[in-house]
């Protein structure tokens, strides 16, 4: 690895109404280098990522490459300097194939200047078997699955052949075998000499790939060193300003009656207090199960019992009615109204215990609001403040605080912290221990195996749209969930 630097950012300045985003940032890059950026929701991470990226113009300071000053006008500017970005969320046209969206404005042509739809997949292909994927290049991207579609969103960034390429959360809708393929394409595009800014809460990741790290908190610049001379503890440190200790907290106090069960071709209970976890690949069938147990839509059969009596869930309506609450893995575009204020969001499930005579007590939704606000540490201007600027971490807590008005007996938390940083995971991963102790069953669905291990009282296993295997909290380890989910385990 070359020790000059390729890229190098002086005194970075950006500011939005309310908030300094970034405040006088120092950031550099070496030529073939992995340089991981660290913080919490709201540290500035995205903010530097978009100036690189030509989206944002800072309001001062100065980005140079290969030691000479440039000027990141817009997103074309930055490509055409040879930046490459890779967003967490995705930017593909669902319509058109994999091959219009890797080739996306840079079809090659014949001499008569129509697209030459022959070199077109045969490139694309090229492109996919280095990442091992076995797809029809004239696959519509609508057809994909939501990991296929990161990977796509990845060979569009590297097929131009960029010099730096960003990564923004690359992993966080692949399966651990998915993202294998990853790091190793990664690797390999290291050696011949690709420089890359990978963002990732999920720091494994950052310790397993990066030369360096650098850490952002509330818009500055506090850390850059290499990894191999900081360990986890020290880095989580540095990103939320304190000790962060026993992240997943403790269970509070004894398991009650049972709450909840689901007979039928799938099985399983929850008692009051208890967290049961639903683990297994992509694919099998967790995301399903949670929707079709909170009517969305409901389950074709079976039956479901709430306290020990018969109960039939048709709609999320009945669900909520019936205090069953389902908070969605994909926040954005399924859990929250962004365009709302924070305070409208918090109610947003319980509306009539807030209206008076078919009037809304506004009065009583702001004196709610606050009380989210401050009981789930929202980081918020206002409760006025449209949900759309949180960050990814409060968005969560508003999304977690919306679902607690409807004070659930059973509550759904489907991959509770994806895109989440460590701070805020800690608090979300608390409240959920907190909310167990007062009784709530909790069914949580989650990819993620240290916070499987963290938080459950027992795992489930799914496969193929069935329970596969049950571990005890002190039998589960990832050894053997692993192993139950790709079907190598041993009854």
């Not at 938390?413 to 909790?442: C, F, K, N, Q």
Request: proline share 5%; net charge neutral; glycine share 10%.
């Amino acid at each position: 690895m070359d020790a000059s630097p390729l890229l190098e950012v002086r005194g970075l300045v950006k500011t939005f109404p309310g908030v300094r985003a970034l405040d006088g940032v120092d950031f550099t890059l070496r030529r073939g280098e992995v340089h991981a950026l660290c913080g919490e929701n709201g540290a500035g991470k995205s903010t530097l990522i978009h100036i690189l990226a030509g989206a944002y113009t800072p309001d001062s300071g100065t980005v140079a490459l290969d030691g000479r000053p440039v000027r990141l006008a817009n997103p074309h500017a930055a490509a055409e300097l040879g930046i490459g970005v890779v967003f967490q969320e995705r930017s593909l046209c669902p319509n058109l194939s994999i091959a219009e969206n890797i080739f996306a404005h840079r079809q090659p042509l014949r001499a008569c200047g129509l697209i030459d739809w022959t070199a077109l997949y045969q490139q694309t292909e090229e492109l996919l078997r280095l990442f091992q994927l076995r797809l029809d290049p004239r696959t519509p991207v609508k057809a994909l699955s939501a990991a296929l579609q990161q990977l796509v969103e990845v060979i569009k960034a590297v097929a131009p052949q960029p010099r730096i390429l960003i990564l923004d959360e690359p992993t966080s809708s692949l399966t651990a075998g998915e993202t294998e393929v990853l790091f190793a394409n990664l690797a390999r595009l290291k050696a011949d000499g690709l420089s890359f800014i990978y963002v990732s809460h999920h720091l494994p990741e950052v310790f397993a790939l990066s030369d360096r790290v650098t850490v952002l908190r509330d818009g500055r610049h506090v850390h850059t060193g290499a990894t191999a001379e900081i360990d986890e503890p020290q880095l989580i440190s540095r990103m939320v300003g304190r000790t962060l200790s026993d992240l997943f907290g403790r269970r509070q106090g004894d398991l009650g009656a049972e709450c909840f069960r689901l007979e039928g071709d799938v099985e399983l209970h929850v008692r009051r207090g208890e967290i049961v976890t639903l683990a297994g690949l992509a694919g099998a069938g967790r995301t399903e199960l949670a929707r079709g147990i909170f009517g969305a839509p409901p389950l074709r059969g079976g039956r479901m019992f709430l306290d020990g009596q018969p109960a039939r869930i048709t709609s999320p309506g009945e669900a909520i009615r019936r205090r069953v609450a389902y908070l969605t893995e994909d926040r954005k575009e399924q859990g929250l109204f962004l365009d709302m204020a924070v305070r409208a969001n918090c109610v947003a499930a319980s509306l009539p215990r807030f209206s008076r005579h078919g009037l809304m007590d506004e009065r009583a939704v702001d004196a709610f609001g606050e009380q989210c606000v401050r009981g789930y540490r929202i980081a918020t201007p206002s409760l006025s403040q449209r949900v759309l600027h949180l960050s990814g971490g409060n968005q969560q807590k508003v999304l977690l605080a919306l679902w607690m008005a409807t004070e659930p007996r059973l509550l759904i938390v489907d991959e509770p912290t994806r895109g989440v940083d460590i701070g805020a995971r800690s608090e979300i991963y608390h409240r959920l221990r907190e909310l167990a102790g007062r009784g709530v069953g909790i069914l949580m669905i989650s990819s993620d195996l240290p916070e499987v291990l963290g938080m459950s009282d027992r795992v489930l296993v799914m496969r193929g749209g069935r329970l596969v295997r049950e571990f005890a909290a002190a039998e589960a380890t990832e050894e053997n969930i692993i192993a139950a989910a790709v079907g190598k385990d041993r009854p």
